[in-house]
């Protein structure tokens, strides 16, 4: 057997890309908008915000209702009906929600904010202001009034839940139904005076059947917070911008910590720092910080890598996400030219401390956004201090293409003055083609890297095209690396191969080309268990600098979703890597006398399958199971989670993965274990204790975070977090600190 791939296909894909004959037919959004329409009055009375729908106020306007299943049906009337009504003064906009529900008990994954929003019971509003399918807002809550707000950016697939604001809401509970008003501060979204037509839509979660129901009509295939699918909101009068946009965010802490990988000695550290918030215009955010702390931030999840490369794990500080999709979401997954978690570090990936920065986000015009970013790092032992920017813009054009461009620079400091050729930059530029039905997509992508010395081999570029209906996706992409690209404020997965026996790595550039494909069942007899069948899988092939196969990884899969919500998925993975280095999957403290896997050729073939029950009841659990060949030698693998929601008072996890493998002599087994149990008790809606536990042999690290949260007014937290880390292999503390922080959002 052999893998390969024809080359003609991409030629074909480039010139129906680009080629003026590319032309789709479509629903458009005047279509759309159209047959949803929903009108908007001035309240004729000061609106209380109670959950109690008997006002006046409510009487008369408007009402959406006739919902229609998202999911897993679409265009189905929802068994579940809900009615929305919406008014305005100067200050609000109010939403009256009428949820007709039965249901004993609803399902409530959290009493966090921004926590479990889509796997609870609970209504939603996506609103577009501009009503030009960019940008908009998402605003969530459960049957007991737990909040989610987001941002939404065109192009990008998920919500950015880091975005946070201060709106009322309050929810009443009745046999038969639940009802809810929202009162979301016209100050808080960008919009233009003088249109009086808004997108907007509405999702209702109704987890006691499984069902997600929209009022505005969205194709299965598509997201409901997909903002080219929205209906129109009609307003009698264009609403006014309200002034005073600002918030100050002022922050004070205390830590107390020990490292005992040095003496041991009891560290006393106050601190203090300040966070702005501030409009400018209608439709731009200036961010600031002062002295920025992140120890109230949950600590990374550690993972069992069993790759050669690097893992990305993900930005958690709060500064660097609200409308981060404007720098991260250059690139692709594995290569992202700018990833914020650079910021604060060093080439070795010790930490600086951050003096400060600002971020300059939001739109010019209905068709442009454009971004800064700008921070500033002190200087350590021996480590310059370090200015970090970035510069973005993305132009819509063609109903919801975009074009978009970028600039990075790092630039070193001894003291005021930049130090000369240790500067390291990015720029890019991509386009992407969206059809008016989110139908199609197609992409053509330039980088370069800029450093001192180095002039050639220093740029990568792909080029793609995809599609997906109800039934159908398919996706193409191919992409150049080249071995002089440096993505020093980014990241970028496999251009480095580290040699482990000769303590060495080599960076070698490639070419790659990435094929997705897939088929979806509908089971539409009332008898049969399953929503749908969907088979499919995806061909990677990377090939080195001279056309040699460096890489070529299939996959196929099935996976079978329950009316339960329940699933069900088999994978079949077959390997040819032609491998360059020498390598191990263990940090090799306790195997000092095996040596690491040897550059060459290997072939095998895996298999893995997985179950997930249903997430609907207090306990869930998920099961994965595999094996087969890696590498010269077999792998095993078990990875086990189970949850205990306990009704609104607690959420209990314990997982556990196990790998082990192995391989003939002289080369040693290798056996990695990661437990992580996590208990969140809920006190009230704003009061909750988190306690995250992590054992993982392959970081050689036991780790116990606890934090305690309490929100004593909007926005306004007082945090309690301790911290401990043990080495596992031979048992002794490394550090621990315990850290109380208040921050007071004005």
Partial sequence: MHCSFTSPLFYLTLIALFSPGFVLAQTTRAEQQSRFTLNIGRAPEAVRVDGDLSESVWQSPAVATDFLLKWPRDGAPAPQQTEVRCAYDDRFLYIGVVCLDTTPEYVIQSLKRDVGYWDSDGFAVVIDPSNAAGNGYFFGISPNGVQTEGLISSGSEEIDFNWDNTWVVETRNYADRWTAELAIPLRILRFKEGQTTWGINFIRNDLTNGLYSVWAQIPFQFDGTDLGWTGALLWDVSPRRTKGNYNIIPYTRASFSADYEEDGALEVKPGAGLDAKVGIGSALNLDLTLNPDFSQVEIDEQVVNLTRFDVQLPEKRTFFLENADLFANFGIPPIRPFFSRRIGLDDDGNPLSILGGLRLTGNVGSDTRIGLLSMQTKAGDSIPSRNFTAVAVNRRLFGRSTVSGYFLDREDFDGSEIMKNRYSRNAGVEFLFTSNDGKWLSWLTHHRSFKPGISNKNWWGNAGIA?????????????????????????????????????????????????????????????????????????????????????????????????????????????????PVSFEFDDGDDLTDCPPLPAGSYRYLNGSAEWTSDYRKRFFISVEGGGGGFYNGRQYSANVGVSWRIRTLANIRMAAEYNLLDFPAPYCDVALLNLTPRFEIFFAKNLWWTTFLQYNTQSDNFNVNSRLQWRF?????????????????????????????????L
Avoid at 716 to 737: C, E, I, L, M, Q
């Fill in 467 to 579: 599609y997906k209906n109800r039934h159908v996706k398919w996706l193409l992409d191919y992409l150049h690396m080249g071995e002089n690209y440096y993505a020093d404020l980014g990241f970028e997965r496999r251009i480095e191969n580290e040699d482990v026996a000769r303590d060495t790595t080599l960076r070698i550039g490639y070419t790659f080309i990435y094929n997705e494909f897939g088929y979806r069942f509908f089971h539409d007899s009332e008898q049969s268990r399953l929503n749908y069948t969907e088979i499919g899988g995806e061909v990677f092939v990377v090939l080195n600098p001279d056309g040699t196969l460096n890489e070529c990884s299939p996959r196929l899969g099935m996976e079978m979703n329950f009316k339960n919500t329940s699933e069900i998925s088999f994978n079949l993975s077959p390997s040819w890597l032609n491998v």
């Fill in 713 to 745: 007014r909007p926005m306004s937290d007082v945090f309690v977090v301790y911290t401990d880390n043990y080495a596992v292999k031979f048992w002794g503390p490394k550090n621990r600190a315990l850290v109380l922080k208040v921050n007071y959002w």
